[in-house]
């Protein structure tokens, strides 16, 4: 079945740089698009980032995250990545990536996704 598994979160002060993965199994090919959402502690869940697979891939980022975030992925290795750099307190919350509905590449809304990692934690201090 299919897998995704969130890594690198952790604890970084603010102004500091943190680059979460997330490893994708199951599948017989890398999935078309996916993204990064987050969720904050007594938030709703956000997009963060978006990403296809075309030859040059586009990109997505919410607005609070642009200049700041990088998303990227290699398909050799079946992982998405999301480079954060100057990071703030605001930041801080559960990242999760997701792949969406056929149909929602590049969509930043949750109820678009289908398939969820079960996140990891990024402390912003």
């Known amino acids: 079945h299919v897998q995704l598994v969130e890594s690198g979160g952790g604890s970084v002060q603010a102004g500091g740089s943190l680059r979460l993965s997330c490893a994708a199994s199951?599948?017989?090919?890398?999935?078309?698009?996916m993204a990064w959402f987050r969720q904050g502690t007594g938030k709703e869940r956000e997009g963060v980032a978006a990403?296809?697979?075309?030859?040059?891939?586009?990109?997505k980022y919410a607005e609070a995250v642009k200049g700041r975030f990088t998303i990227s992925r290699d398909d050799g290795k079946n992982t998405l990545y999301l480079d954060m750099e100057n990071v703030k307190p605001e930041d801080s919350g559960m990242y999760y990536c997701?792949?969406?509905?056929?149909?929602?590449?590049?969509?930043?809304?949750?109820?678009?996704?289908?398939?969820w990692g079960a996140g990891t934690q990024v402390t912003v201090s």
């Open positions: 997701a792949v969406p509905n056929t149909g929602f590449c590049m969509s930043l809304r949750a109820r678009t996704m289908h398939t």
């Open positions: 199951g599948y017989t090919y890398a999935p078309h698009c």
């Open positions: 990403i296809d697979r075309d030859g040059s891939p586009n990109r």
